[in-house]
């Protein structure tokens, strides 16, 4: 893989071909999740290489979006499927349909400037020639089913596609508007024009970050929480690493970034009114591959954190909004052990409730038990009694807590 190494022994579960069935939408499995999770790629298998952070360690953080960015596409060839790139199909149908204009010239003609609006005898969009009609109809069409296709297939992303289409609509409205007093915007452009541009993006802006990555970031958090708890914190620390959003949130503000490019470009194709129309084929073609690209990563935006959940039911809600719609989102507070001879921290916890969890000894099992019972996961007695990692000291890992007040 590009910018990402494997380490050495990191995937123990066999061919992950074996998975992609697992994790598809029937029942989703999600990052980490189940008896056969190795079966599955995991980030922290894959070291970043050192390409910036060896010219300056400031700069380490470049390698690390580097090293998701790889392990993203990774995922996405192991697990997109005809479903996904049908989608992405009639995306590209839409817009090409869209801007069609060879044996039609609508476009190109500039049309019927004295006509505007959609409905009514005198609309500029029903006064179209019936070619253009058709095309823009049929363009309808495939834009209803793109949405509803990722609509119906990621269940609990809804709500955020619907915030993050809402605010694709402001922008598309703003550059519109811009291009309406300014024809040729951003060039002999003032201040009103920029307006509306600024305003729309402030909308795109609060709903992609404020409200929808706000949302997916403390949900991945409630997630690793309750899902993923242990009382090993190496292997909690590796689960984190496991659901990072790093290279998620970069996504947002790329597809951000071209959402705007994409409009800018459909509204100045055609602005200029018939007779200063120099209509460009080259814009359009700059169109059809920013608008596909951007619907591209508008399905990874919705995917990704469809299959890191998996089938945890869990919302993708912010905490203030749980708070609100009063969602249960209990943690159960961990004790941690220490060894009673030389009192460093060992991999045991108690609940509140007084039960004990330690970690399974068998090689290459990373589950959890009460000690005297079986391991949740490969089914070996957990050992009631644990060796200190520092002192060596063998002792009971009842000892390994204190007494509790009675009161």
Known sequence: MDGAVPEEGAREGGDLEDSKEATHDGDPRGIGDGPNEDQMPRLSAFEAKERFSGVNPKL???????????YGSILIRRYWGMDEFL??????????????????GELSSGGDY?????????????????????????SILCWLAFVGQIWIKYPIMRENLAYLLIGSIFVQLGFIRAHANSPLFPFSS???????????????????????????IET???HVRITHSHPDPRILERQWRDHSLMAWGFGVG????????????ASHSIAPSPGQLDFSYFLVLLNLLTGVVSSALLLFLIWFPQLMLGGSKQRIMSSRAREVEGVSE????????TCPVCNHATRTTRSLEGAMQAPCTKEGCNGKGTPGEKCEECGTPVPTRLVCE??????????HFGESDAW
């Open 60 to 70: 380490k953080i470049i390698d690390e979006l580097v090293t998701e960015i790889s």
């Open 87 to 104: 989608i992405i199909g009639t995306a590209f149908l839409g817009y090409l349909l869209g801007s069609w204009d060879i044996g039609v």
């Open 114 to 138: 004295n006509r505007w609006g959609f409905f009514g005898e005198e609309s500029g969009f029903l006064n179209t020639s019936e070619m253009t009609l058709i095309l823009s109809f049929l």
């Open 190 to 216: 003032g201040v009103t024009d920029w307006v509306w541009v600024i305003v729309a993006n402030f909308v795109m802006l609060f709903l992609a970050i404020v409200v929808v990555c706000r949302a997916v």
């Open 220 to 222: 991945r958090d409630v």
């Open 254 to 265: 790329g597809w951000v970034a071209l959402v705007n490019v994409n409009s800018w470009i």
């Open 330 to 337: 209990i943690v159960e507070a961990l004790e941690s052990g």
């Open 390 to 399: 520092k002192c060596k000291a063998n002792t009971p890992i009842a000892t």
